[in-house]
């Protein structure tokens, strides 16, 4: 079955250096988005993207987030410079295939990120 | 802007026993409403959706949620609770299906006792 891949499973960087989360998601589908979990917190959307742009994004995605579909497969998510408040689980999810726009979201498996 | 109320972050149930977590949503327009499941280490997986029509929508797993609109809610229900249903259980809304931009509740821890 089809799935969505997020690598790293757990990053532990150091406050102030930039990160990269990896998404692979399911190759036939044409919306992507990013979420997160902060510790004993809701899931919370972050950014949607679409037709190689964003969509949508919320509050939370300030200029220190930004994303990118730089090959076609992967989909990334970058914070330039992390702070504490930035550890959380990181979802990417993607839906919609092109000959069935009305899908759920499927989610991947998180990616854990510390800042210390 | 849609927003999502799950109460009890930690919800015990017997084995055998019914399984009930009770969602309310908040939506401007016609919501659609999600639950999710999430266990140890995994993705989230969804359980089941409702987007339009019968309002009793069957899942994985033998869950499944009523969608009732005068009440606001959208409570997902298992008879008999099975020691695999331990896991973690999350509401959520949407109010545009082009986009999908989710809410989701806080979620529920669901310990299920032998």
């Known amino acids: 079955e089809p799935e969505v891949t997020q690598t790293p499973s757990h990053q532990v960087t150091q406050m102030g250096q930039e990160v990269i989360l990896r998404c692979v998601p399911i190759?036939?589908?044409?919306?992507f988005y990013w979420y997160r979990q902060i510790l004993g917190q809701k899931v919370e959307f972050l950014v949607s993207f679409y037709n190689n742009e964003i969509s949508e994004k919320s509050e939370i995605f300030d200029d220190q987030f930004s994303v990118e579909r730089p090959d076609g497969s992967n989909f990334t998510l970058k914070i330039r410079s992390t702070k504490l408040e930035d550890s959380a689980m990181y979802f990417c999810?993607?839906?919609?295939?092109?000959?069935?726009?009305?899908?759920?979201?499927?989610f991947g498996q998180g990616t854990r990120l510390t800042v210390v | 802007a849609q927003s999502v109320t799950q109460l009890g972050s930690h919800v015990s149930v017997s084995e055998g026993a019914l399984v009930l977590l009770r969602c309310n949503y908040s939506?401007?327009?016609?919501?659609?409403l999600f639950w999710y499941v999430q266990y140890p280490n995994q993705g989230l997986q969804l359980l089941l959706k409702y987007t339009t029509g019968a309002t009793l929508v069957k899942g994985i797993n033998g869950f499944e949620a009523e969608f009732k609109k005068s009440e606001t809610s959208f409570h997902l229900t298992k008879p008999s609770a099975h020691m695999s249903d331990a896991a973690e259980y999350f509401c959520?809304?949407?109010?545009?299906?082009?986009?999908?931009?989710?809410?989701f509740g806080k979620g529920n821890q669901v310990v299920v006792i032998p």
């Open positions: 999810a993607s839906r919609g295939a092109l000959q069935d726009l009305n899908t759920e979201a499927f």
């Open positions: 959520a809304v949407s109010d545009r299906w082009g986009d999908n931009r989710l809410a």
């Open positions: 190759s036939n589908h044409l919306y």
């Open positions: 939506s401007s327009v016609p919501p659609y």
